[in-house]
């Protein structure tokens, strides 16, 4: 797109004319079905971009808050039977009402300054951050703060704030992987792993598992210390040109020449980054790279299943009853619902309970749960109420957002549950257990 210019009306009017207003996404999208509101679906949504593209309406503040109202989930495009990109159309949407500035107040500048456009731009400063909130987790300051009740002199959104923030890990991923580690027995692919932005500092640990597993399974494992952010938080949220910069730094630190395969073990990472041509379209030096980037790019899980899961010995393992959510990003995003699930069955012992309505957005979707509180408290309660009555004691999910989301839920509902990476389970099987 060019600078200055509308990102709905430079957008390809084929993409944007697509939707024949049938209302089949309706019942799919979790927005709709809490209103009952027809601007809060899919399909409402759409036509409002539509006359922002065909130039009949400006991008206000209504219109930017409606697309933020939306979770991004993509259950809309799994339910359309017209093949509608919401994706591509969600992401120019946002883009536009950023670029209109409709929504920007100085609280908000500040804060996507900070976040978007200075600590997610480089990892040594998310790193940097993060040593220092563990040593405040660690020191045990954090849990005095909390028992002191200087907390209750905060506003309640605060004090929400503050209830969710993760655990930092003592170790990222650079301190527990090695730069290239060995296939175990005879090497069948080369492979690169993403250790990501935020999943590095709070799933370091899942990371490691992610890397053990993928050498159990004949791969030999690049994965360099310095990485940076995939850029989805940034198309996500309207930072078109950030995220399209991130892109370039990605597929030059990992060539995909290099690589049968680039791995991703965060759904919502792998959704957008399965799409760098999209973002890069246009671009005389990295357009054609980012196919073959696309291409490459596996979910952990799909890779998996691809080149054959090598199964665990039951010797050792213990029974567990496992019930499985699905990320939004991978089941409507990358349509990876059988492998996950294929990853959880190869392992023995291991009894797989669904869930009823597995792909209903946990209320994480990126960072919904911090700008849309209610709707995101709304949807978790709902997928708390679906896992109790599933019977499991451990949640399986392949992605940060939705690991997070579901533990602080289940925390406070004082639910005594395991919430696991898939990839998790499968690495302690190969470690007998532990
Ligand atoms: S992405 Fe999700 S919340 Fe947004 S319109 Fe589609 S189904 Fe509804
Ligand atoms: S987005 Fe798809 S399912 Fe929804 S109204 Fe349009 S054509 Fe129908």
């Not at 390809?12 to 509101?37: E, F, I, N, R, W």
């Not at 935020?198 to 799933?203: C, N, P, T």
């Not at 080149?307 to 665990?312: E, L, S, Y």
């Not at 602080?408 to 389970?425: C, D, E, F, S």
Request: a positive charge; glycine letters at 8%; hydrophobic letters at 40%.
């Amino acid at each position: 797109m060019n600078p200055g210019r509308s990102h709905l009306k430079d957008l390809d009017y084929s993409v944007v004319q697509q939707c024949m207003h049938c209302g089949l996404c309706l019942p799919t999208c979790p927005t709709y079905d809490a209103t009952k509101l027809e601007r809060n679906s899919p399909r409402g949504r759409i036509a409002l971009m539509r006359a922002v593209a065909d130039g009949r309406m400006e991008a206000t503040k209504a219109f930017g808050d409606e697309m933020y109202f939306c979770l991004g989930c993509l259950a809309c495009m799994t339910a359309c039977p017209a093949g509608v990109n919401y994706a591509e159309l969600f992401e120019h949407a946002r883009a536009e009402a950023e670029q209109s500035k409709a929504l920007d107040n100085p609280r908000r500048s500040l804060i996507r300054g900070f976040t978007l456009r200075w600590l997610f731009m480089d990892q040594r400063r998310l790193h940097l951050l993060g040593r220092i909130l563990g040593l405040y987790q660690r020191l045990g300051l954090q849990t005095f703060v909390r028992k002191s009740g200087v907390l209750r002199l905060l506003p309640k959104r605060l004090r929400e704030l503050e209830a969710m923030t993760p655990t930092v890990q003592q170790e990222f991923s650079a301190d527990l992987i090695a730069p290239t580690t060995p296939a175990a027995g005879v090497k069948k692919h080369r492979v690169a792993v993403l250790t990501g932005c935020a999943q590095d500092l709070i799933f370091s640990d899942v990371n490691r598992d992610t890397v053990e597993v993928l050498a159990r399974n004949g791969c030999e494992v690049v994965t360099p210390p310095e990485q940076s952010c995939c850029g989805s938080l940034h198309a996500h949220n309207g930072e078109w040109e950030l995220a399209q910069g991130l892109a370039r730094k990605n597929i030059d630190q990992f060539p995909p020449e290099d690589f049968d395969a680039i791995i991703t073990n965060a759904a919502g990472c792998g959704s957008h980054l399965k799409h760098y041509a999209k973002l890069l379209a246009g671009d005389p030096v990295y357009e054609k790279r980012a196919h073959l980037w696309d291409a490459k790019i596996k979910d952990v899980h799909e890779w998996l299943a691809q080149i054959g899961i090598t199964a665990p010995v039951a010797e050792g393992l213990r029974e567990q009853t496992v019930t499985y959510h699905e990320a939004c990003h991978l089941c409507h995003g990358q349509k990876i619902t059988a492998q996950p699930r294929a990853v959880l069955k190869a392992i023995p012992k291991l009894k797989l309970v669904e869930m009823a309505e597995s792909t209903w957005c946990c209320g994480s979707a990126g960072i919904y749960n911090i700008i849309q509180p209610d709707m995101a408290t709304q949807l978790l309660e709902r997928k708390l109420d679906h896992i109790t009555v599933a019977g499991a004691h451990t949640v399986a999910t392949g992605n940060p957002g939705c690991l997070l989301q579901i533990q602080n839920g289940a925390r406070k509902r004082g639910l005594p549950m395991r919430i696991v990476h898939p990839i998790t389970l499968l690495a302690e099987a190969y470690r007998g257990g532990k």
